[in-house]
């Protein structure tokens, strides 16, 4: 199920054709590594070498909220953002939901979750990180976006987002 505020909705609907740089696609494309039920982006496998349950559960709560938090990706730490408005910038973040949810969907069988958001309001300039967890029984993110003065998209490897 796509979910998204009022902010998003804007760039969905004017989204545009805007490739992703290749060093964060070929990152991309590398897949997932999972351990202990807790899968993150393979480029990101170290932070799971010392994964203490214990200290996951008190510092995020639940698995889901770990995984959101340690497979975050700044988009902007790929591009030089000067050259890129929010609108191209957020339009790659799309770009990169896609090829999140199409190697997800080659690579495995369950689901996950993709979020795509932007600061509109950073006082760095134009920005956009997107992050996943796998989805679990009884394990949620968040229940609203009311209130949420980021932009954000939330959707299910399973969703099309094509417009």
Same mark, same amino acid.
């Given at each position: ?18 490739? $992703? ?53 700044? $988009? ?13 910038? $957020?339009n790659i973040g799309f770009s990169l939901v ?10 495995r069988d369950d689901e996950c979750s993709i ?49």
């Open positions: 199920m796509i979910v998204l505020n009022h902010q998003m909705s804007e760039f969905l609907l004017s989204r545009g054709n805007t490739p $992703i740089p290749e060093t964060l696609e070929l990152k991309i494309l590398e897949g997932f590594y999972e351990h202990a039920d807790t899968i993150v982006f393979a480029f990101y496998k170290d932070r799971l070498e010392h994964l203490d349950y214990d200290t996951v559960i008190s510092r995020y709560g639940d698995l889901t909220g770990f995984e959101a938090s340690t497979n975050r990706i700044h $988009i902007d730490d790929y591009i030089h953002n000067e050259n890129f408005t929010t609108n191209e910038i $957020i896609q090829l999140v949810q199409n190697l997800w969907n080659k690579l979020i795509l958001s932007s600061d509109l309001e950073s006082d760095f300039g134009s920005n956009a990180s997107l992050t996943f967890h796998k989805k679990r029984a009884n394990e949620i993110l968040m229940d609203s976006l009311d209130g949420c003065l980021q932009a954000v998209f939330i959707c299910d490897n399973n969703d099309s987002i094509t417009i």
